[in-house]
């Protein structure tokens, strides 16, 4: 079957390099988007690949640009093209964090480097992102109601039980929205964060949904990651180090660290309610049949926050 787009960023590809390269598919995302690496005789490149009808490059390329300035480990954008939707960019390798776990026990280098960048971005002055807000939130909870529930429980809820379902949710959602803001990256996790071949510090890909948003969020994204499942004990001990490393304002909202955490893991629970949607609607929609794997380990994760919460929401325990 012919790939016209493969075929396109080839032609864009023999106009910028004057010698041979070799171009092989990487492992997609969530979205249209595509990736391939470039390998010339001198060094290697990501191409990323976002046909335009589909995917806008531009938040991409703003995000990159401020987080550059933040100081920030992102990839360098080494040509841009938006009008084709290809961009090229540095290469921080293929050893992902979820990857490097599975090889190392020993990861709490990791999460001190992630915590630090963290607290880099949330002190970043960026005041044009989007809001993260109620009406954000409601809209990424309802994909559980229009995904997961009919295609993975075989239930149809009726117009009373969606209504009831949040209304359930939303006194979470006012309890997370009226946290203090910050930017956050809005997926901060195992499979966004690189360990590059020369080492530390992380390299942070996957930033274009970037938001203001509660400043647990990212944290919640990382220490209850949908696609790793950490000791309890450990996630309380790097949520306790990234609580000390917070403003003094954000401290003070919290007053101290049960509250934080508990907050934390409140944006979890909201979080991996939208993930449930997000997982199943790419599986059935978008047909990436393996994002059902991993629709166990965040549903784990919703029952444990349930339960650490002391929450009875309806339909959650379908």
Known sequence: MADTRLDQAKAWLSLRFTKSYHITPLAGDASFRRYFRVATPEQSYILMDAPPER??????????????????????????????GFLLLQDFGDVTWSVYYKNHNHIDNLFKDALRQLH??????LTRLPDFGIQRMTNEIELYLDWYLPYIKEVKPSKHARKQFIQSL?????????????PVHLDYHSRNLMIPKHGLPLGIIDFQDMAMGPVTYDLASLLYDCYQDYPEDERQKWSKYF??????????YFGDFKAWHQAVRQTSLQRHIKVL?????????????????????AHKHCMDELGALGLNIPLLNV
């Open 120 to 125: 880099v971005l949330q002190q970043a002055n």
């Open 243 to 252: 609580f000390a490393g917070l403003s003094s304002t954000s401290q003070m």
């Open 55 to 84: 995917e806008d490059i531009s938040p991409f390329i703003q995000a990159c640009r401020w987080l550059q300035h933040t100081g920030l480990n992102v990839p360098q954008i080494m040509i841009e093209d938006k009008s084709q």
């Open 277 to 297: 949607g997000i997982f199943t609607r790419l599986a059935f929609r978008d047909n990436k049949t393996q994002f059902l794997d991993e629709i166990p380990l």
């Open 170 to 182: 939303t006194p979470l959602l006012q309890s997370i929205d009226r946290m203090p803001k910050v």
